[in-house]
């Protein structure tokens, strides 16, 4: 589901059919091509091949799509298939975050391999799974042996979830299919803006990650877009990486950290995923040597009707 799609996969003979966000299809044409070369069948979302694509066509015959309302139409595809497609979750929910911490296990080990140990741990975050893997086993280390490690979860401020959200129950999805979660969210409607980071263009959040940073236990920034690519330039003109534009969000944070302690004249060890590369992402990169991309902040405005949409519970 990451990169902007919901997927419906058959796991029998390994059949997919991936409905990828309108403007990911159209942004990210060698994601898709990847996913063809296998067989999957790519569909632009919203489309009139569901009931909640056409939905979302009557009301806007324009629109760029979002994740909330791939996952309708793949939940859908699933629903009325009689069996044949098994709908596939690989963000957002719980099980998924503690699967994914075998990363930051793994990174524990690493710091102990060249005796260190972060002060601030520095991830991504769109659903929340990603941010999560790195994060939660230094959180333990907080909580049960009395580290004192910070975590900082970085989203676009095109969708600002987490810094502008409301924490609220709503549903995962957004044509009302999924079960009601309680997170931090700009609603179930929400359509972003069509920014190059297609896997962090979620409308709310995991869980697990809302109520630690309801409860303090994790901080949250959101950086604008043209920022995002300029630490990635840095990042590959001195790392030899291109990362992937959700990646770059982690390496944004990243480099404020770095900034911050060497303007407050202080050792900071900071430790960050670098989840993805951007091989396939550089159109985006295009545009913006190009001087295309612009930064965008949602408007609080749109945050404010959505909040009235809200389920009542």
Do not use: W
Request: glycine content about 12%; overall charge negative; some cysteine.
């Amino acid at each position: 589901m990451g990169h902007g799609a919901g997927q419906a996969c058959n796991f029998f003979d390994m059949a997919c059919r991936v409905y990828m966000v309108r403007i990911s299809y159209e942004q990210k044409p060698y994601r898709r091509a990847i996913m063809q070369s296998f067989g999957a069948e790519v569909s632009s979302s919203p489309g009139d091949s569901t009931q909640a694509g056409r939905m979302i066509l009557e009301q806007d015959p324009d629109s760029t799509g979002s994740l909330g309302i791939a996952i309708s139409e793949a939940v859908e595809a699933a629903a009325t298939s009689d069996g044949r497609y098994k709908y596939a979750l690989g963000s957002v929910l719980n099980h998924v975050l503690m699967h994914q911490t075998v990363i930051g296990q793994e990174c524990l080990q690493q710091m102990a391999l060249a005796d260190e140990y972060p002060d601030v741990v520095v991830g991504p975050v769109g659903g929340g799974s990603n941010f999560a893997g790195i994060a939660l086993p230094f959180l333990r280390r907080n909580l049960r042996e009395g580290q004192s490690t910070r975590l900082l979860g970085v989203e676009p401020a095109a969708c600002p979830s987490l810094t502008r959200g409301t924490y609220a129950y709503d549903f995962g999805d957004t044509a009302g299919m999924t079960p009601l979660v309680k997170m931090y969210t700009l609603g179930h409607g929400f359509v972003p803006a069509p920014l190059h980071a297609g896997g962090l263009r979620y409308h709310g959040m995991a869980s697990i990650i809302c109520e630690l940073y309801d409860q303090g236990l994790m901080e949250a920034q959101a950086v604008p877009q043209l920022e995002t690519f300029e630490a990635a330039l840095t990042f590959a003109r001195s790392e030899g990486i291109i990362p992937a534009p959700e990646a770059a969000h982690g390496i944004a944070g990243a480099i404020r950290e770095a900034q911050a302690a060497k303007e407050a004249g202080d050792e900071r060890v900071i430790l960050f995923n670098l989840c993805g590369h951007g091989h396939f992402d550089m159109s985006a990169y295009d545009a913006y040597l190009g001087g295309e991309l612009t930064d965008y902040e949602y408007p609080q405005a749109a945050i404010e009707r959505a909040m009235a949409e809200l389920p009542q519970v």
